[in-house]
């Protein structure tokens, strides 16, 4: 059987049922035979995350841990420039991988952006994109939304072989959650049970992560990051 190797990419600040919802229905749509979640270093469309990257990595490797073939990769944590999903795909070819070994798995509303994107269109030839319906922006709209590249867009192809790269249409639920919402629900004493998986809701308390920060609060009670060895302050 050919490989299909899923990647997930994102700022990850944090990972949430979201983003498990889109890679579990790319995996069973196009038949993934592995799944690389890549934390962004630097990401070019979204601001400075607010936990650091060690955190990031942390989390995604703990979301991952309980599902076969699924892996976090610090790809792009370990590259000093922008995390340009171009540059990533570059490097995952030099690395063996052609084109239609790669599905790229995003959300029909981040892919309704992808003219913005560094090399675009040539980055459509270069990986299978998988789209997924997310809340507010269902997958068949991308058509109208993007009528140049309607011409591309396939149903999920299953366990069919299948030549060159497409664009491949996911209708399929995805929790109503995002980043965002997360940190400011944390911000605001809020719960996020249910929003994360449970072993990042631990690791997001148990490390102070995302709370507002005071100038009054006491250094001993910010979060630390590991990695850096030191305390700081979140955004």
Known sequence: MKRRVGILGGTFDPIHCGHLDLAAAV????????????????????????????????????AVAARPGWQASDLELVQPSPSYTDATLTRLHRDGFSASDLYFVIGA??????????????ILDRTNFAVVSRPGSPVQALRQRL??????MKEPPGREQIQGVSIFLIDAPTADVSSTAIR?????????????????????EQHGLYRSISPDTPHDQRPMDPAAGRLHGQS
């Open 27 to 62: 995996q069973q749509g196009v038949g993934l035979t592995s799944l690389l979640v890549i934390p962004a270093n630097i990401p070019p469309h979204r601001p400075t995350p607010s936990a650091s990257s060690f955190h990031r990595f942390a989390m995604t490797a703990i």
């Open 184 to 204: 400011q629900r944390r911000q605001a004493g809020q719960t996020i049970t249910g929003l994360v998986p449970p072993g990042v809701e631990q690791h997001i």
């Open 147 to 152: 009528p140049e590249l309607a011409v591309r």
């Open 109 to 122: 509303d981040a892919f309704a952006d992808i003219r913005s994107w560094k090399n675009y269109p040539a």
